[in-house]
């Protein structure tokens, strides 16, 4: 049976919806800058996204999405979240030491990011007195970080490497490798043959693609 009616309605919905959105969007983004956070005015925020500062500093590079229930906390430190990355469902990024995401970075969802530690060395005192190291994280353009990835204080994740799911980061990674496991190990790579030139080759490409940080 054809319905006129629905047919009719259906681009003024589709049309409405958008607008809601992007109001729903443009209201998120002020809410954050009049929280101090530097945010571009092209990246998507869901509403339930938890941003503090904490005295600390977060900026949002272009058309970088943060999706629902993701928790950004500087807690001091300094968040940077590059151009044309993504920060999927319920991922918990902790700045402390300072966390640097570069450009096209793609963080799945239940990742968590901490770029501090408790200190535990003394025995005579309660580990929760004993404060916390921090270390700052550097993640490099062009990388993936799979689902439930833990990224741990003081590691550089090189360009282009990819982060099985479930895989610890506790040492820095190579460009273009592929690491996985407790804590991960490099499991494989991206380049065939893994040489200077197709290295070279790669970050080329990516340069060209989009501009810099
Ligand atoms: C890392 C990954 C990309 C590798 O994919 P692939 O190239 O198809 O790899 P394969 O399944 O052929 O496995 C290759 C080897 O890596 C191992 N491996 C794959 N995933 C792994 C993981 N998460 N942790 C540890 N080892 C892993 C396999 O056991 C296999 O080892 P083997 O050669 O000794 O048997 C994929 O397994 C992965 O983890 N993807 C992330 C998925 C995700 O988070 N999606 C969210 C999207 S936003």
Same mark, same amino acid.
């Given at each position: 049976?054809?319905?006129?009616?629905?047919?009719? *309605?259906?681009?003024?919905?589709?049309?409405?919806?958008?607008?809601?959105?992007?109001?729903?969007?443009?209201?998120? &983004?002020?809410?954050?800058?009049?929280?101090?956070?530097?945010?571009?005015?092209?990246?998507?925020?869901?509403?339930?996204?938890?941003?503090?500062?904490?005295?600390?500093?977060?900026?949002?590079? $272009?058309? %970088?999405?943060? +999706?629902?229930?993701?928790?950004?906390?500087?807690?001091? @430190?300094?968040?940077? =979240? #590059?151009?044309?990355?993504?920060?999927?469902?319920?991922?918990?990024?902790? #700045?402390?030491?300072? &966390?640097?995401?570069? +450009?096209?970075?793609? =963080?799945?969802?239940?990742?968590?990011?901490?770029?501090?530690?408790?200190?535990?060395? +003394? !025995?005579?005192?309660?580990?929760?007195?004993?404060?916390?190291?921090?270390?700052?994280?550097?993640?490099?353009?062009?990388?993936?970080?799979?689902? #439930?990835?833990?990224?741990?204080?003081?590691?550089?994740? $090189? !360009?282009?490497?990819? &982060? /099985?799911?479930?895989?610890?980061?506790?040492?820095? %990674?190579?460009?273009?490798?592929?690491?996985?496991?407790?804590?991960?190990?490099?499991?494989?790579?991206? *380049?065939?043959? @893994?040489? $200077?030139?197709?290295? /070279?080759?790669?970050?080329?490409?990516?340069? /060209?693609?989009?501009?810099?940080?």
């Amino acid at each position: 049976m054809t319905r006129p009616y629905a047919e009719a *309605l259906r681009k003024p919905l589709v049309r409405t919806v958008r607008f809601v959105r992007r109001l729903r969007n443009f209201l998120t &983004l002020t809410k954050l800058k009049l929280k101090g956070c530097s945010v571009d005015w092209s990246a998507t925020v869901h509403p339930s996204a938890v941003f503090e500062r904490s005295g600390g500093a977060i900026s949002i590079g $272009a058309n %970088t999405d943060v +999706d629902r229930g993701a928790i950004i906390r500087a807690m001091g @430190g300094a968040i940077h =979240i #590059g151009s044309d990355c993504n920060v999927n469902a319920y991922s918990f990024l902790s #700045g402390g030491g300072g &966390l640097y995401i570069a +450009d096209h970075v793609m =963080i799945a969802s239940h990742v968590s990011i901490y770029a501090s530690n408790h200190v535990f060395a +003394d !025995t005579t005192v309660t580990m929760n007195k004993q404060g916390l190291s921090m270390e700052r994280i550097d993640i490099e353009r062009d990388v993936w970080v799979g689902t #439930g990835v833990r990224i741990l204080d003081g590691v550089v994740v $090189a !360009t282009g490497s990819v &982060l /099985a799911a479930g895989a610890v980061i506790t040492k820095s %990674t190579n460009p273009h490798s592929i690491n996985g496991g407790v804590p991960a190990r490099q499991i494989g790579t991206r *380049l065939a043959d @893994g040489s $200077a030139g197709q290295v /070279a080759a790669v970050a080329v490409a990516t340069e /060209a693609g989009v501009s810099g940080d």
